[in-house]
């Protein structure tokens, strides 16, 4: 099993930025991936960021060149460094992590709200 914990969420006024951080704990030599999904009210969850254990990373098009995705993986932590925000962005975030030989994500965190105001 491998637990995740989100933290960093807030309110945040257009052009501002935030830092998530997902700890993770448990079975983690069993993780192959981790990223971040957002769900916004009325929407399905979407995809944000990826990245793998090799380092490979993927951004959603609506928040390239915005937000940065990291792993310390000393720290067993992914991060995801917000900038420029704008209040299309104001969702419900969530850490997600994907095990070795699994192709869907697994495992998730409880979720973080960021709310970006106008």
């Known amino acids: 099993q491998v637990q995740l914990v989100e933290s960093g969420g807030g309110l945040v006024q257009a052009g501002g930025s935030l830092r998530l951080s997902c700890a993770a704990s448990g079975n983690i030599l069993s993780i192959a991936s981790m990223g971040w999904y957002r769900q916004a009210p009325g929407k399905q969850r979407e995809v944000v960021a990826l990245i793998g254990s090799g380092g490979g990373i993927n951004y959603a098009d609506s928040v390239k060149g915005r937000f940065t995705i990291s792993r310390d993986n000393a720290k067993n932590t992914v991060y995801l460094q917000m900038n420029s925000l704008k209040p299309d962005d104001t969702a419900v975030y969530y850490c997600?992590?994907?095990?070795?030989?699994?192709?869907?994500?697994?495992?998730w965190g409880q979720g973080t709200q960021v709310t970006v105001s106008s």
């Open positions: 997600a992590a994907r095990r070795v030989n699994y192709r869907d994500y697994g495992y």
